[in-house]
């Protein structure tokens, strides 16, 4: 049986067959149901993915960015709403009754700083500074720590403080792009001074400097890979959890997704990959294993109701939350939509939160383990009383 110190060894590139059914072999228990959460780090544009077509303010708030969904976007049933031409596995789940969405979701963070509201997002505690992250108190819920895994380079804050971390899998790190911090310093250590450091040295700014030109903030990512080879990431993450039904609770993070400038080429592509992904998933976990996952997708906010200058948009407030599963009631918009009247927006400019990300995901873990109202509010002290049926 494999250890954890070997565990942590394996990575996208050497993740093999033996690995999952090995890792199967611990418990043959299946959890009532399992969440995954992806989370898109960067500030994902909602109202690019999702457009309410039918609000006459839509063309007139974005000229160039609105053009493509109103002339070919994919209808989401009679909600006003449509999916970019690029999200077409969104409409397709959607049709299937397998997803749901809320336009309107987020923390009740309002600096638009990426850093403040990804903490705030994963403490779920209203706070931006805690002693433990909501999946950590999630899992101790559970009673199961064993039951939980993070399938990124490091430990994300959400899973900090528990008294048991969970398991940590990394489906990425192949590429040029290293994390900040102490991994990225020691290989520069070990280079430096040799022709290996400078080629390193020149890919990493060259890196820089192409995110630079899109407008994006590298730091808003906080190590995470970008969207593009997702569908590869979740195909392996999906084969994994089908092999051990004993994980219950599971989180995967993205980046990329500061769209400042050349919003349309740029998130056009994060959008086919990110379905990708979610296609992917789906076929990876099984029918059967589909239907007891409920797929959380969100971002930390969402962006400017205006384009700006640049065909791109900047940090907002409201943004969108998908839920996909094989046993939700899908199909439908979760929380209101006021439109895009300046009345109606946050500040004159942003979507207003009128759904809090505590309350979605609490009525996710609810109609996914049962749990009750009363250890609802240890995992999300000071929630609000948003009700939701999902």
């Known amino acids: 049986m494999l250890n954890r110190r070997r565990f942590l060894q394996c990575g996208a590139a050497s993740l093999s067959l033996y690995a999952l059914n090995a890792f199967g072999s611990e418990s043959a228990s299946r959890p009532s149901g399992r969440i995954v959460v992806l989370f898109l780090r960067g500030g994902m544009d909602g109202l690019f993915a999702i457009s309410p077509v039918t609000d006459p303010r839509l063309a007139e708030l974005r000229p160039s960015l609105s053009r493509t969904i109103l002339a070919q976007g994919i209808a989401l049933g009679t909600t006003g709403f449509a999916a970019h031409p690029s999200a077409q596995v969104f409409a397709d789940l959607f049709a299937t009754k397998e997803l749901s969405f809320a336009p309107c979701a987020g923390t009740i963070d309002t600096s638009r700083s990426h850093f403040q509201a990804q903490d705030l997002f994963e ?35 959400c899973f900090q403080g528990g008294e048991h971390p969970p398991e940590v899998l990394p489906l990425s790190g192949s590429g040029l792009k290293l994390p900040e911090g102490r991994l990225l310093q ?20 060259t890196e820089m400097e192409f995110e630079s030109a899109m407008g994006m903030e590298p730091q808003a990512a906080r190590g995470a890979p970008g969207a593009n080879g997702l569908g590869k990431m979740t195909g392996l993450m999906g084969r994994f959890l089908r092999n051990n039904l004993r994980l219950a609770l599971a989180f995967l993070d993205v980046g990329g997704l500061d769209t400042h400038a050349n919003e349309e080429a740029v998130l056009s592509r994060t959008l086919n990959a990110i379905g990708e992904g979610l296609l992917e998933l789906k076929s ?13 997708v969100m971002s930390e906010f969402g962006r400017t109701a205006r384009e700006n200058g640049t065909a791109g948009t900047d940090h907002g407030h ?32 942003d979507l207003p939160v009128s759904a809090d990300w505590r309350a979605l995901l609490a009525a996710c873990m609810r ?24």
């Open 318 to 349: 409201g943004g969108l939350f998908l839920l996909a599963g094989g046993a939700i009631a899908g199909g439908r918009m979760l929380g209101d939509f006021g439109g895009l009247a300046d009345r109606a927006l946050n500040e004159r400019r």
């Open 284 to 296: 990876s976990l099984g029918e059967m294993e589909w239907r007891r996952t409920r797929l959380i």
């Open 123 to 157: 403490l779920g505690s209203g706070a931006t500074h805690g002693e433990s992250g909501f999946m950590a108190r999630a899992a101790q819920t559970l009673r199961s720590n064993s039951g939980a895994i993070s399938f990124t380079r490091e430990l994300p804050l």
């Open 186 to 205: 020691a290989i520069r250590n070990a280079h430096r001074g040799q022709p290996t450091g400078d080629v390193l040295e020149q890919a990493m700014a």
């Open 367 to 390: 109609d996914t383990w049962g749990i009750p109202d009363s250890t609802l509010n240890s995992i999300f002290p000071g929630r609000p009383s948003q009700h939701f049926e999902i």
